[in-house]
C-alpha cells in the first residue's frame, strides 16, 4: 500500500533546498552542523538602552554569509519556509545550548512588521519566528507592539538616521493585557544591527509596564 507524501517533501526533490551558497542537505536549509558552528552573542548595551532592554540574545552574527543569504530570501524571495530552519537555529543557541543565561519568557512579542513589507510579503518575518519558537518553548505569543505607519527599511539608513526614523511610528495594540507583574518579555526579531527597532519597541512596553523584564532575542546581529 503507497503511502502518501508530504507536499513540502515531494517539492524538495522537484526544488531542492540545498542550493544555497553549497550548504544544507536536500530536506533542510540548515543542517544539524551548520546550526553548531554559528556563534551566538550577548550584545553590548549602551547606558541608554540598558534603561528599557535587559539585554539582546544574538543567534548568528550579522556577517555570517550563509545566515544573510536566508534571510535575503526568506524576505526577498518569499521563501517561507526558511522560517522553520531559523525557528530552529535560534531555539538551540537560546534554549537547548544556552550559552548565555536569559530568563525564560512568560510572553513572546513579535517586533511589528511594516505595513507596507507585510501587503508585499503576505507574511511578518519576525511574528513567524515568534510564533515556531513558541511552540517549541511551550510559551504565548502576544501581538502587544503595532506599527502605524510605513517607515524607510533600517538597513538603508545611516545609524544616526535610524532612531529618527522609528520615531513615534509604534503602539501598543488596543487588547488589554495584564502585564502589570514582573514579568519577562522575548521581543522577537529576525535582525538586528544598531539595536534601534528593539529599544523602541522596548521604550513602549515599558511606559506601560515599567517592571517589566524585557529581552531582545533576535537571528542575526552584530
Not at 43 to 70: P, T, W
Not at 92 to 112: G, L, R, T
Not at 156 to 170: A, M, T
Not at 196 to 205: H, S
Amino acid at each position: 500500500m503507497f503511502e502518501i507524501l508530504n507536499f513540502d517533501y515531494c517539492m524538495d526533490f522537484v526544488f531542492p533546498r540545498n542550493n544555497n551558497l553549497n550548504y544544507s542537505s536536500i530536506h533542510k536549509y540548515l543542517t544539524k552542523k551548520e546550526i553548531d558552528i554559528q556563534s551566538p552573542k550577548l550584545k553590548v548595551l549602551n547606558s541608554k538602552s540598558r534603561k528599557y532592554l535587559d539585554g539582546v540574545f544574538l543567534a548568528s552574527r550579522y556577517n555570517n554569509a550563509l545566515i544573510a543569504e536566508l534571510l535575503e530570501r526568506l524576505k526577498f524571495g518569499l521563501e517561507y519556509k526558511i522560517v522553520d530552519d531559523l525557528v530552529e537555529l535560534l531555539y538551540q543557541k537560546v534554549w537547548v545550548d544556552s550559552y548565555y543565561f536569559i530568563p525564560d519568557p512568560d510572553y513572546i512579542v513579535p517586533v511589528p512588521n511594516d505595513p507596507k513589507r507585510f501587503l508585499q510579503r503576505g507574511f511578518s518575518v519576525s511574528a513567524l519566528i515568534a510564533s515556531g519558537l513558541a511552540k517549541k518553548v511551550d510559551k504565548l505569543v502576544i501581538h502587544i507592539i503595532n506599527k502605524k505607519i510605513s517607515t524607510i527599511e533600517q538597513s538603508k539608513l545611516e545609524r544616526e538616521k535610524r532612531e529618527k526614523n522609528l520615531k513615534g511610528v509604534f503602539e501598543l495594540a488596543e487588547k488589554e493585557y495584564n502585564l502589570s507583574q514582573k514579568e519577562v518579555i522575548w521581543l522577537i526579531d529576525d535582525v538586528s544591527t544598531t539595536g534601534t527597532t528593539l529599544l523602541e519597541c522596548a521604550k513602549l512596553l515599558k511606559k506601560k509596564y515599567p517592571f517589566l523584564q524585557i529581552y531582545g532575542v533576535v537571528v542575526s546581529g552584530n
